[in-house]
């Protein structure tokens, strides 16, 4: 028998992957709180998948979630490019913009397995 908050936590996520309207408004949750740590922080990315994946139905849908999210990074990150007049420089260092790219989709991913856990 688990304890009281256990309880409390394992049916509010419960009801959070299992109805719709609370699935959706806790991914949008997810992301901007996501988004605003990956601002200040690197680790951020990790915390924005964990997010995302945590509300997730299963541990594959949680990986969807963490590669949304870091695509959604991504596009964010290039639109203040755009409008800073920066893009094409930034796209023309070449191997450092793929290792931007590929953090900017790894972290969420492997923090979205956090899923596998909860």
Do not use: K
Request: aromatic residues 6%.
């Amino acid at each position: 028998m688990m304890p009281e908050p256990a309880q409390r936590v394992s049916s509010l996520l419960t009801q959070l992957r299992e109805t719709p309207r609370y699935h959706w408004l806790a991914l949008v949750v997810g992301c901007v709180v996501g988004l605003v740590a990956a601002s200040l922080h690197w680790i951020g990315l990790v915390v924005g998948g964990a997010l995302v994946g945590v509300v997730a139905a299963n541990v594959r849908r949680a990986v969807l979630a963490g590669a949304g999210f870091g695509i959604l990074v991504l596009l964010v990150w290039g639109a203040l490019l755009w409008t800073a007049g920066t893009f094409g420089q930034a796209t023309a260092m070449g191997d450092f913009t793929l290792l931007a790219v590929a953090i900017a989709l790894g972290l969420p991913i492997l923090g979205s397995l956090v899923r596998g856990t909860v």
